[in-house]
């Protein structure tokens, strides 16, 4: 079992940046693929970033590749989304989600076992 935290959510302006960051529980983060997933209001959730258990494979969606950065820091069980070039289409609550693989991170939901409660996001104009 392992229970996510998002934080790093706010309001910020178009073109602007935030961290999002993901603390999670117990001692094995090492062994989870590890991603970010958001979901606008009225929409369903999308995929945004997955990063493989050792950090050496990323995968992103073409709506925010060059822009957002995934990253993660197994000694401190955290996994990062740098998010850089905001825009209002960015808006959603961004959910932190975990699997435990090591294979080639994935962009299914349904293939994750755990999920963060979420964090807002909203890009102004």
């Known amino acids: 079992q392992v229970q996510l935290e998002e934080s790093g959510g706010g309001l910020v302006q178009a073109g602007g940046s935030l961290r999002l960051s993901c603390a999670a529980s117990?001692?094995?983060?090492?062994?989870?693929?590890m991603a970010w997933f958001r979901q606008a209001p009225g929409k369903e959730r999308e995929f945004v970033a997955a990063?493989?258990?050792?950090?050496?494979?990323?995968r992103y969606a073409d709506s925010v590749k060059g822009r957002f950065t995934i990253s993660r820091d197994n000694a401190k069980n955290t996994v990062y989304l740098q998010m850089s070039s905001l825009k209002p289409e960015d808006t959603a609550v961004y959910y932190c989600?975990?699997?435990?693989?090591?294979?080639?991170?994935?962009?299914?939901?349904?293939?994750?076992?755990?999920w963060g409660q979420g964090t807002q996001v909203t890009v102004s104009s």
């Open positions: 117990g001692r094995t983060f090492s062994m989870y693929t």
């Open positions: 990063i493989s258990w050792s950090g050496g494979s990323t």
């Open positions: 989600a975990a699997l435990i693989s090591n294979g080639h991170p994935r962009a299914s939901a349904y293939d994750y076992d755990y």
